[in-house]
């Protein structure tokens, strides 16, 4: 079960995108409110500061708005959304000439091997966890220093929950890269996190949390 | 089929998304049964992965949602020609 499904039971989102079509705009305000968060998450992934991935989400919910007859109804409604945000993203960074990378399969650097952070234990770490900032900052900048190819997929897989084909789709890749990328992502974050998340906590602080 | 471990790290995303072919995941999962250090690159790389996805890494800047709400008001106040503007399209997929 995805968290869109566990964020939004019985939604009808095909009857409610009929529904604007047809006048009652009103309840686009509430079509869209499930997916505030992914696409500004995915705008800043994109923009790197924060007024500029706010101005992003709002032109891609505005321009989905403006294109919702346009919706065929093939991919779920937040991947079309998400797929207009990123076209919106790389729009505003070609226009301020700093788009570095584009849609490219198969980048330099792309074909090395990456290994995890070596550990003999785990314990597991429960997501209260993230009621600390050092952790959600920890999480944060190894999110963000992950080079733009790796994030991207990362964040569609792994955050917003697009399964394989519907990040390739998006990215304009190939499956095989979505795989490749999203299997490094995972282990160079695991390799920045794992020692600064144990080291972070020492074993008799752990019941706080539980 | 018996794995090495740095073999075994190049399935660990595969085996996380269930992706792996029966047999594979079969040997690897016999590794994992008697290797406590690819037990727990798995671990903590899987309980990563569902710390990353928790909304409360990124959250939204204040005030977001008014801004975005209030904005999109406007532009439908104001811009209704905007829902017009694809007349070739059908009115809806389904």
């Known amino acids: ?210 | 089929m018996v794995l090495e471990c740095k073999h075994v790290w190049d399935y660990i995303s595969g085996y996380l998304d269930d992706a792996l072919p029966h047999e594979v995941r079969e040997s690897v999962q016999r590794h994992l049964e008697n290797c406590e250090i690819c037990s727990a690159i798995l671990d903590s790389t899987r309980n990563i992965l569902v710390l990353t996805a928790d909304n409360r890494v990124f959250e939204l800047p204040v005030g977001f949602s008014d801004r975005l709400h209030a904005r999109l008001a406007r532009e439908m106040e104001s811009g209704s020609e905007g829902m017009s503007g694809d007349p070739e399209l059908p009115r809806h997929p389904n």
């Open chain 1, 1 to 210: 079960m995805t968290k869109a499904d566990i964020q939004t039971p019985m939604r009808d989102e095909a009857q409610m995108i009929a529904a604007i079509l047809a006048g009652n705009t009103e309840l686009y305000h509430e079509l869209i409110r499930p997916y505030e968060l992914a696409v500004y998450r995915m705008a800043l992934s994109y923009m790197k500061n924060e007024s500029d991935a706010e101005d992003v989400a709002q032109e891609a919910f505005l321009k989905a708005f403006r294109k919702l007859s346009a919706f065929r109804g093939e991919s779920k409604f937040s991947t079309w959304l998400i797929s207009i945000t990123l076209n919106e993203a790389r729009r505003r960074l070609r226009h301020q000439g700093t788009l570095r990378f584009e849609s490219l399969d198969e980048p330099p650097g792309e074909a090395g091997h990456v290994s995890p952070a070596i550990l003999r234990d785990w314990r597991e770490i429960p997501s209260e966890a993230l009621e600390r900032n050092e952790v959600r900052e920890l999480l944060q900048t190894a999110i963000n220093h992950l080079s733009p190819i790796y994030r991207q997929v990362l964040l569609l897989r792994d955050v917003d929950q697009l399964n394989i084909e519907e990040t390739a789709t998006v990215l304009e890749i190939s499956l095989a890269s979505v795989k490749v990328r999203l299997h490094r992502a995972r282990i160079m974050l695991q390799k920045e996190l794992a020692p600064k998340l144990k080291s972070l906590n020492p074993e008799r602080r752990w019941f706080q949390w539980s």
